[in-house]
């Protein structure tokens, strides 16, 4: 009887540990906003910044002297995306295969591996509370992430390029 116990009690213990661990694996891959800018945040946070123009009520601006890669690919552009809430999205654009390659091997490192939409186009979400979507377009060699909250997710449009 007392070994029913003891082997009951360590699966009872187990149980929360595990449960406990998942919890907090998942809160680490949680997005939150993009290179330290947390959902939310204000326009002043950004910093030195060109405003591009404004989409249904979304006003996009582009950081002056932003770091122009993600991991080890190239970027060609980043435009954030402001709401009455603030920092609500974030489009990343590229340009050429092994960008593309090397765009999803990172977000596949940092976020797991993604859901498949379509053909070249994935997506991750986050709790209910963001998604990042990746779209490659193999003829034209554009690929486009846009990272952002639920409460814009359709809704973020693509401003004028550089």
Not at 19 to 32: P, T, Y
Request: with cysteine; charged share 25%.
């Amino acid at each position: 009887m007392r070994v029913k116990r003891v082997k009951a009690f360590f699966c009872v213990v187990a149980v929360f540990f595990l449960c406990g661990h998942f919890a907090l694996q998942a809160r680490a891959n949680e997005l939150e906003g993009f290179r330290g800018l947390r959902w939310g945040t204000g326009l002043s946070s950004l910093g030195y910044a060109k405003f591009i123009e404004e989409i249904e009520g979304i006003k996009y601006y582009r950081k002056m002297n932003d770091e122009m890669h993600l991991g080890t690919a190239g970027i060609k552009d980043i435009a954030y995306a402001y709401s009455q809430k603030g920092l609500v999205g974030v489009i990343v654009f590229s340009k050429g295969k092994e960008n593309a390659r090397l765009i999803f091997e990172t977000l596949k490192h940092a976020y797991s591996a993604p859901s498949k939409r379509g053909e070249n186009n994935y997506y991750w979400r986050f709790g209910g509370e963001s998604s990042i979507f990746y779209n490659f377009n193999p003829s034209s060699e554009n690929l486009f992430v846009s990272y952002m909250t639920q409460d814009v997710a359709g809704k973020l449009r693509l401003p004028r390029q550089r």
